[in-house]
Structure formats: C-alpha cells, structure tokens
C-alpha cells in the first residue's frame, strides 16, 4: 500500500476519535476527523479522502442519514464508505447497503488494533475493485 492514503473518520466519540488518528497514521493513512455529520460533510467535499469510516449511531444526523447524503451528492457520491457499528443485525446492514455502504467495520473496536483492521478492509475493497 503506497504511503498517506487519506482516509475521513466521522465518529462522535473523541476517545476513538483519537485512538483512529493514532493507529491509521502507524498505518499509513492520512486521517482527517469529524466529530459530527455536518462537519463529516464539509470536510467530505473539500478533502475528497480515498474512503470514509463513519460511524452508525451519532446525535443530530446518524450514519445513515450522512451516508445518504453522501451518495446523493455529485461531489462525494464515488467515495466508497465503511461503517463503523455495533449494529449486527443482517436487517441493518441490508439498509446501509442500500442506502451506499460499501463495507462495514463491527464494534466494539479494538482501539489498539484499528489501523490493522481498517487498512485489511481496505486493501480488501480494492482488490474487490480490480476483480470487478
């Protein structure tokens, strides 16, 4: 995986906040963070990261009214999404599909390890991509 490729992180949670900026930088990621939709939003169309990790339950807008508005926008409707959620359920994730998830990553995450999980998942939804 070449170096920095840029990553948006819209999660609510500042711990995890935190610890996804640390562990995707050990990486090889260049992480961008947004502690809400609508600054997720923003920062979406001006950075045009290489794929979105956004969370499923946050306040005001929740992952998948951001996801929707993600994929109905010209600007950033090609950028692929991966869900952070403990939901499990095979009905929700249907939805987030749906709706333009391209993957999911489950919760509790393991904040040690994220950089790890995230960079498999995606280096798998490249190799998704060239198979297609």
């Keep these: 995986m070449s170096k920095w490729i ?8 500042e711990i995890v906040q935190k610890a996804l ?25 001006e950075k045009q990261p290489s794929f979105i990790l956004l969370d499923w339950m946050m306040p005001d807008m929740d992952g998948l009214e951001i996801l929707s508005e993600l ?3 010209a600007r950033t409707e090609n950028i692929p999404v991966f869900m952070l959620t403990d939901r499990g359920m095979i009905g929700d994730l249907d939805q987030a599909f ?5 993957a999911y990553i489950t919760k509790p ?6 950089g790890k999980i995230v960079k ?5 939804y490249i190799e998704q991509i060239r198979i297609r």
Excluded at 109 to 114: A, G, K, T
């Design 6 to 13: 840029t990553v948006l992180a819209i999660e609510d949670d």
């Design 109 to 114: 995450l393991d904040l040690m390890q994220i």
């Design 71 to 73: 994929k109905h926008d």
């Design 98 to 102: 749906e709706i333009g998830a391209d």
């Design 120 to 124: 498999a998942k995606w280096e798998k």
């Design 21 to 45: 900026e640390r562990s995707l930088k050990l990486y090889g990621f260049e992480a961008f963070l947004a502690k809400d939709g609508l600054s997720g939003l923003k920062l979406a169309q």
